[in-house]
C-alpha cells in the first residue's frame, strides 16, 4: 500500500521534504553532527566533495574519504530533529519515493555521531574520547514509537528508583548502541560510557541563570547511579534518539563524544575546537579501518 503525501511529503523535485536528498544523494556511511558549520570542518579532510545540500539546519556534503564514499549531515540540537533526520534518512534507502512503497529488501546504514560533550565524573577528564556504549534519554521520543522490545527496561527502572525521577517528567528509556560499530571505533584513546540525553541544554543539565531547577541535586544522582556496574559518564542532547530509531528501523549507529567539559571538576576545555578536530580525524580513520 502506498504511504500517503501528507504522511511522506516530498519536494516538487523528488527530494525528501526537510532534509532535500535524493537516495542516489547518500552513502551507506553516515556521519552526524549537531552543528551545520561542522560539516565542512569534517569534510575539508575528505579526497573529494561530490554532492552538496542545505535546507533550514540540515547540511549535507557527500564525498569520498581514502577512497570511500561518506555522507555527512548536520541534525541540529535535540532528539525532535533526530526524528526527522533519521526517519528521512531511512526513507531513502528503504522506501521507494516513486511508488511511495517500502522495498521488499531493506538496507542497513552505519551512523556515527560526532559532537561535543560534558562529563559528569571526575575520573574522565576534559579533552577525551567517549564512546557512548549505551544512552538514556530523558525525552519522550521515543515513547512515541512501539520501542519496548529495544529498551534496556530493567536500567531505566533502576535509574527511576535512584533518582526518585519526578512522575511529571517522561520515564527514562534506556537503549544500547551498536557492538560491531562500538568495537570498531573502541583503541587506547578512548573510554567507554553510559550517556545522558537531555532535552535542553541549561535547566535540564542542571545549570541555573535565572530559573529554579524543578530537582537541584539530579546531576549528583546520575553521578552516583551505577548499574551493574556501568555508571552515567556524560551529558548530551542526541545519542539516545540516535539508538533508539537506529535499531527500530534496523540501521547501526555509535556515539563518539569530544569531551570539552567536566562538570564535576568545573572544567572546560582551552581549545575546542582541537579536540573536536582531534575526535573528527580519529573517527574518520577508524571508519576506513
Known amino acids: 500500500m502506498a504511504i500517503k503525501e501528507s504522511e511522506l511529503i516530498l519536494n516538487p523535485d523528488g527530494s525528501v521534504y526537510h532534509l532535500n536528498l535524493k537516495p542516489e544523494h547518500i552513502a551507506e556511511t553516515i556521519i552526524t553532527v549537531g552543528d551545520p558549520d561542522r560539516v565542512s570542518n569534517i569534510t575539508q579532510y575528505f579526497d573529494s566533495v561530490d554532492f552538496k545540500t542545505h535546507k533550514r539546519e540540515f547540511h549535507t556534503q ?84 512501539n520501542s519496548e522490545s529495544i529498551q534496556d527496561q530493567e536500567t531505566s527502572n533502576a535509574l527511576v528508583q535512584h533518582t526518585n525521577w519526578s512522575q511529571s517528567k517522561s520515564k527514562p528509556y534506556v537503549v544500547k548502541a551498536d557492538k560491531y560499530l562500538v568495537e570498531k571505533m573502541q583503541s587506547d584513546k578512548t573510554v567507554s560510557g553510559f550517556t545522558a540525553t537531555n532535552v535542553g541544554f541549561y535547566g535540564p543539565q542542571g545549570r541555573i541563570l535565572r530559573l529554579p531547577i524543578q530537582d537541584n541535586g539530579l546531576n549528583d544522582k546520575l553521578a552516583s547511579f551505577n548499574h551493574s556496574g556501568q555508571p552515567i559518564t556524560n551529558l548530551e542532547m542526541e545519542t539516545a534518539g540516535i539508538y533508539g530509531l537506529s535499531k527500530l528501523l534496523g540501521h547501526r549507529a555509535v556515539s563518539m563524544n569530544a569531551i570539552i567539559a567536566n562538570r564535576a571538576t568545573g572544567e572546560f576545555s582551552s581549545n575546542p575546537k582541537q579536540i573536536v578536530d582531534d575526535l573528527i580525524k580519529y573517527t574518520l580513520n577508524k571508519i576506513i579501518e
Open 62 to 145: 557527500t564525498g569520498t574519504y581514502k577512497g570511500k564514499k561518506i555522507t555527512v549531515i548536520s541534525t541540529g540540537i535535540g532528539t525532535d530533529n533526530i526524528d526527522i533526520v533519521f526517519n528521512e534518512l531511512d526513507a531513502l534507502v528503504n522506501i521507494d519515493l516513486s511508488t511511495r512503497t517500502v522495498n521488499k529488501t531493506l538496507k542497513s546504514l552505519d551512523i556515527i555521531r560526532i559532537g561535543t560533550s560534558g562529563s559528569i565524573q571526575r575520573h574522565i577528564p576534559i579533552d577525551s574520547f567517549l564512546i557512548s556504549e549505551k544512552a538514556v534519554g530523558f525525552d519522550s521520543l521515543l515513547h512515541f514509537y
